[in-house]
């Protein structure tokens, strides 16, 4: 059975960090390219970064980079994303997908799998 799972949320001020995993069973990272992708109320989902099956290329979107890193453990079978510098609008529910394809990287409805989300609020 296939599974994504997300770990990691939770309340943190502006300027602090937090590091999310998203933990894959039923399947291997060898095999997929795998992505962040963020949530807020009343917006679209949107991706965040992304890594190559193979943990070697990376992808973030210019609203995170410097501040957020993507990173993968073939051995964990586990993605990571780390956060620093946070600011408010960081504020959403972070979800990990899966995707076959590095060209549809950024189109939600190829991916082939999706775990529940983790809650990051950044506030004060």
């Known amino acids: 059975q296939v599974q994504l799972v997300e770990s990691g949320g939770g309340l943190v001020q502006p300027g602090g960090s937090l590091r999310l995993s998203c933990a894959a069973s039923?399947?291997?990272?060898?095999?997929?390219?795998m992505a962040w992708f963020r949530q807020a109320p009343g917006k679209e989902r949107e991706l965040v970064a992304a890594v190559e099956n193979y943990g070697i290329g990376t992808l973030h979107v210019d609203s995170v980079k410097g501040r957020f890193t993507i990173s993968s453990d073939n051995v964990k079978n586990t993605i990571y994303l780390q956060m620093n510098s946070m600011k408010p609008e960081d504020t959403a529910m972070y979800y990990c997908?899966?995707?076959?394809?590095?060209?549809?990287?950024?189109?939600?409805?190829?991916?082939?799998?999706w775990g529940l989300g983790t809650q990051v609020t950044v506030s004060s």
């Open positions: 997908g899966a995707v076959r394809t590095w060209s549809d990287i950024r189109t939600m409805k190829i991916y082939d799998y």
């Open positions: 039923g399947f291997t990272l060898k095999t997929y390219h």
